[in-house]
C-alpha cells in the first residue's frame, strides 16, 4: 500500500541524512508504528508521505501511485492526519470541523451531516448533545476523539498518526488506545503511527519500524521485536520486563471466562451450587426479567444463609475483550483487586479475568516462547 524506495531527506544540503537510503513497505489495511529516539528520523519519514515535507531523492508510492506525480493539496485531502494537540479550530463547532474536508471535496449538506454523525457515534460522542459543541468544552480525550474523527472524515485510504496520545494522562491514553484499536477493526484504514513510546508501539502495532539516525534498525512484528530484537539498541529500546511487554500482545478475549448468572431470588445455598458446578469464584447477579444488577462472590455465598439479593456487590470499573493483559493488570493495581470484569458493546458483561488467569497467561507464554528456540 505505502512504499518507500530508496527514500533520502537532507536538510539544507547537509552531508548527514535526516533520513538515510529508506526502503520499506507497508502492507494495506496495517498499522506501522513507527519508534525510536528523538531525531531519528520518525516524524520526517511520516510527513514525506503526505508531502508536508519533501523527499531529496528516492520514490514513495501510495496504492502503486507516485505522490510525486500528485498535486500537493489533492494528496492531502486524501489522507487522514491527526497530531498530538489534534489541531482542532477553536471558533468553528465539533461538526464543522469534523466536516472540513469533505466540504473541500463538494461534499452535499446532507451527506456531510450523516458523515458527522456517523462518526461521532463511532467515536462514542453523542451527536445530539456534542454536534453543536466548540473545542473548548472538551476534555483533552474528547478533543482528541474529534481529532480522529476529522482525519476519518472523507473515508481515506491512508491515515498518518503523529503521537495523537502523547499528551493525554495514562488512564485516558489506554482508554483511546483501546477505542482505536476497536475502531480500526471496523474500518481497516492504513495507518502510518509515531510514536516515541516502545509500550505503545508494542500495543497498537501490525509491524514496528525500529529506526535511529535516519535508517531502519529492525523492522518487524510486535512478537519478533520482542523475542528477537536485531541488536543492543533496539534491546536497549525495549529496556527490562520482557515478560511483561509480552503481555501487551496478548488481549482480555484470549483468556477471560464466562461466568454464570444467578436469580437475585435464589437463596446462597443454590447460587453455591452453581458456583461449585461451573467451577468458579463469581456469579453475575440478574433480576427475573434478566437485567444486570452486579455480582456476588464465592465467599460471601459460603459464610451466609440469605438471599441472594442482599450479597450483591457493584460491579464497578470494567476493561473490553481487546484490552491487554498488561493493562488489565494496571487496572487490577489501580482498583486494589484481584479481579476485573470485561464488559462487551452496550455495557453487557462478557466474562471475568483474574491475577491467576494472568499468571497463567505469562507462564504458558514463556513456556511457548522456550519451546520455539
Not at 243 to 248: A, E, F, G, I, R
Not at 303 to 318: A, H, P, R, W
Request: overall charge negative.
Amino acid at each position: 500500500m505505502i512504499v518507500f524506495e530508496q527514500v533520502i531527506k537532507k536538510y539544507n544540503n547537509q552531508d548527514k541524512a535526516a533520513v538515510d537510503n529508506l526502503d520499506l513497505h507497508i502492507q494495506k489495511g496495517e498499522i506501522c508504528m513507527l519508534v525510536g529516539p528523538s531525531g531519528c528520523g520518525k516524524t520526517t519519514t511520516m510527513k514525506m508521505i503526505n508531502k508536508l515535507i519533501k523527499a531529496t531523492s528516492g520514490k514513495i508510492y501510495i496504492d502503486g501511485m507516485d505522490i510525486d506525480q500528485v498535486d500537493p493539496i489533492n494528496l492531502r485531502l486524501d489522507i487522514g492526519y491527526v497530531i498530538q494537540d489534534t489541531g482542532l479550530f477553536p471558533h468553528m463547532t465539533i461538526a464543522d470541523n469534523i466536516a472540513t474536508v469533505p466540504k473541500e471535496k463538494g461534499w452535499s449538506r446532507n451527506k456531510i451531516r450523516n458523515r458527522v454523525d456517523e462518526l461521532l457515534e463511532l467515536m462514542d460522542l453523542d451527536p445530539e448533545i456534542y454536534r453543536d459543541k466548540k473545542p473548548k468544552d472538551l476534555s483533552g480525550g474528547q478533543k482528541q476523539r474529534v481529532g480522529v474523527a476529522r482525519a476519518l472524515a472523507a473515508d481515506p485510504p491512508v491515515m498518518l498518526m503523529d503521537e495523537p496520545f502523547g499528551a493525554l494522562d495514562p488512564i485516558t491514553r489506554g482508554k483511546l488506545q483501546d477505542e482505536f484499536l476497536r475502531i480500526q477493526e471496523k474500518i481497516g484504514k492504513t495507518i502510518v503511527f509515531v510514536t516515541h513510546d516502545i509500550d505503545e508501539a508494542l500495543k497498537m502495532g501490525d509491524k514496528i519500524v525500529v529506526m535511529r539516525d535516519g535508517r531502519v534498525v529492525q523492522f518487524g512484528s510486535p512478537n519478533e521485536i520482542l523475542s528477537n530484537p536485531a541488536d543492543e539498541f533496539v534491546s536497549e529500546l525495549i529496556g527490562g520486563n520482557s515478560n511483561l511487554k509480552m503481555m501487551n500482545l496478548m488481549k482480555c478475549k484470549d483468556i477471560m471466562r464466562l461466568i454464570p448468572n444467578v436469580d437475585s431470588r435464589e437463596s446462597s445455598k443454590a447460587a453455591l451450587k452453581i458456583a461449585n458446578e461451573h467451577d468458579v469464584k463469581n456469579l453475575l447477579v440478574t433480576d427475573h426479567g434478566q437485567k444486570l444488577l452486579g455480582y456476588v462472590s464465592y465467599g460471601s455465598l459460603a459464610s451466609n444463609d440469605t438471599v441472594v439479593s442482599n450479597l450483591i456487590k457493584e460491579i464497578g470499573e470494567t476493561v473490553t475483550p481487546k484490552t491487554t493483559l498488561q493493562d488489565v493488570l494496571s487496572k487490577m493495581f489501580s482498583l486494589g483487586k484481584k479481579t476485573v470484569f470485561v464488559s462487551g458493546t452496550k455495557g453487557t458483561v462478557e466474562g471475568i479475568v483474574t491475577m491467576d488467569d494472568l499468571l497463567k497467561a505469562v507462564k504458558d507464554d514463556e513456556q511457548i516462547s522456550e519451546s520455539d528456540i
